[in-house]
T-cell receptor, first 115, second 119 residues
Framework: EPEVTQTPSHQVTQMGQEVILRCVPI?????FYWYRQILGQKVEFLVS????????KSEIFDDQFSVERPDGSNFTLKIRSTKLEDSAMYFC?????????????FGPGTRLTVL | AQTVTQSQPEMSVQEAETVTLSCTYD???????LFWYKQPPSRQMILVIR??????QNATENRFSVNFQKAAKSFSLKISDSQLGDAAMYFC????????????????FGKGTKLSVIP
């Protein structure tokens, strides 16, 4: 069964460094999402992406964040200058359709540790 | 803004027994979707069950069923005949049926309930 994959599974970086988190959504899906979960807190929506542009973003998704679909398979989240508070689990998700009841399929997550 | 609350950080159940996980939510919308996601250790979240708010009938998927009380804004998950493989973190989530513009249908999650299954 097709799955969303994410790499790396764990990323350690120094504060101020740029990181790129990678995701490969399910191949026939059109809608892509990033969520994050700070340890002990809720999973929070960051951004959604469709037709090569951001369709919605949360307050968390400030100018330090960007997303891109550089080719037909990858979907990336870039954090330009990481802060300690960016340490979290980052989940990518994709869905085939837009409707509210349509399932979002999640990847296993990337644990980002900012030192 | 919508909020989702899961008041039980941890629960345990004996194998083959039944357990109910609680979820409440707050919204001013009349049409929406509610979901339960399961996240096994070191694995991705998978959808367990979904409920459409305009449907009065409670959703059921094999051993998993929900008790959806729209007026009380309550959406609990019942797991019958619990199995060792049910041990996981369970997240309740809300999604609007309405969007503006292109829309994204973002999910709003609760903090999760960690379910342990005792052999």
């Amino acid at each position: 069964e097709p799955e969303v994959t994410q790499t790396p599974s764990h990323q350690v970086t120094q504060m101020g460094q740029e990181v790129i988190l990678r995701c490969v959504p399910i191949s026939n899906h059109l809608y892509f999402y990033w969520y994050r979960q700070i340890l002990g807190q809720k999973v929070e929506f960051l951004v959604s992406f469709y037709n090569n542009e951001i369709s919605e973003k949360s307050e968390i998704f400030d100018d330090q964040f960007s997303v891109e679909r550089p080719d037909g398979s990858n979907f990336t989240l870039k954090i330009r200058s990481t802060k300690l508070e960016d340490s979290a689990m980052y989940f990518c998700a994709s869905s085939k359709r837009r409707g509210g009841g349509n399932e979002q399929f999640f990847g296993p997550g990337t644990r980002l540790t900012v030192l | 803004a919508q909020t989702v609350t899961q008041s039980q950080p941890e629960m345990s159940v004996q194998e083959a027994e039944t357990v109910t996980l609680s979820c409440t939510y707050d919204t001013s919308e009349s049409d929406y979707y509610l979901f339960w996601y399961k996240q096994p250790p070191s694995r991705q979240m998978i959808l367990v069950i979904r409920q459409e708010a305009y449907k009065q009938q409670n959703a059921t998927e094999n051993r998993f069923s929900v008790n959806f009380q729209k007026a009380a804004k309550s959406f609990s998950l019942k797991i019958s005949d619990s199995q060792l493989g049910d041990a996981a973190m369970y997240f309740c989530a809300y999604r609007s049926a309405y969007t503006s513009g292109a829309g994204s249908y973002q999910l709003t999650f609760g903090k999760g309930t960690k379910l342990s299954v005792i052999p």
